[in-house]
C-alpha cells in the first residue's frame, strides 16, 4: 500500500529589523559585516554567517572562494568550523545568514545550501540543541525554528548504525 505523507512547516517573516530582538538584529548586523571580508573573485557574492553562542560571544565566518571549484568554503561551515575548534563546549543558539553582491544586499534572504544545512544538523545534532536561523535580505527577513524545518529528512548518525540480523 502506497502512503503519501506530507511534510510542512511555518516561519516568520519581518519587512523590517527593527521588528526583531535586538539578539536577532545584532546577529544580522555582524553577518552583514562579515561578510564584506568575504573571499569571493570569481562569484562577487560575499556570503557571511554569524553564530550566537550559549555564552553570548558571536563567532562569525564567510565565504572563501578558490579556483579549484569546490575547494572553497560556505560562511556557515566557516563559522560552525570555527564555533568547534574554539567553543567546544558553547552551544550554537541561533546563525544569521546575509550575502552581499556588488550592488549591494540581496532582496531576498538567501537560505543555506544543502551542505551548509547538513553541516548545521550536526551541530544541532552533536549539542542537542536547537538552532534558530535568521536570514536577511534587504527587503525582509525570515526567521526558522531549527534547520529540521529546511531539511526535514535529515541524514544523521542514526543512520550510520549497523544493524546485525
Known amino acids: 500500500m502506497i502512503k503519501t505523507l506530507n511534510i510542512s512547516f511555518s516561519y516568520k517573516e519581518f519587512e523590517s529589523v527593527d521588528e526583531l530582538n535586538f539578539d536577532e538584529r545584532e ?3 555582524a553577518a552583514r559585516e562579515v561578510a564584506l571580508h568575504a573571499y569571493a573573485p570569481y562569484s562577487k557574492f560575499r556570503v557571511g ?7 553570548g560571544k558571536i563567532v562569525c565566518g564567510t565565504n572563501v572562494e578558490n579556483a579549484a571549484f569546490p575547494s572553497g568554503i560556505c560562511a556557515e561551515r566557516n ?3 570555527t ?3 574554539n ?6 543558539l541561533a546563525i544569521a545568514i546575509a550575502a552581499i553582491t556588488e550592488d549591494g544586499k540581496l532582496t531576498d534572504p538567501v537560505p543555506p545550501c544543502g551542505n ?3 553541516v548545521i544538523a550536526e551541530e544541532e545534532s552533536r549539542t542537542g ?3 534558530k536561523i535568521i536570514l536577511s535580505g534587504r527587503n525582509k527577513t525570515q ?3 531549527s534547520i529540521s524545518c529546511l531539511l526535514p529528512l535529515q541524514f544523521n548518525k542514526k543512520n550510520l548504525e549497523i544493524k546485525h540480523p
Not at 554567517?49 to 555564552?55: I, Y
Open 79 to 81: 563559522a560552525i568550523s
Open 49 to 55: 554567517a554569524a553564530v550566537r553562542l550559549d555564552s
Open 143 to 145: 526567521v526558522i525554528d
Open 116 to 118: 551548509c544545512r547538513q
Open 129 to 131: 540543541n536547537q538552532i
Open 27 to 29: 546577529l544580522i548586523f
Open 83 to 85: 564555533l568547534v575548534s
Open 87 to 92: 567553543y567546544i563546549n558553547d552551544k550554537a
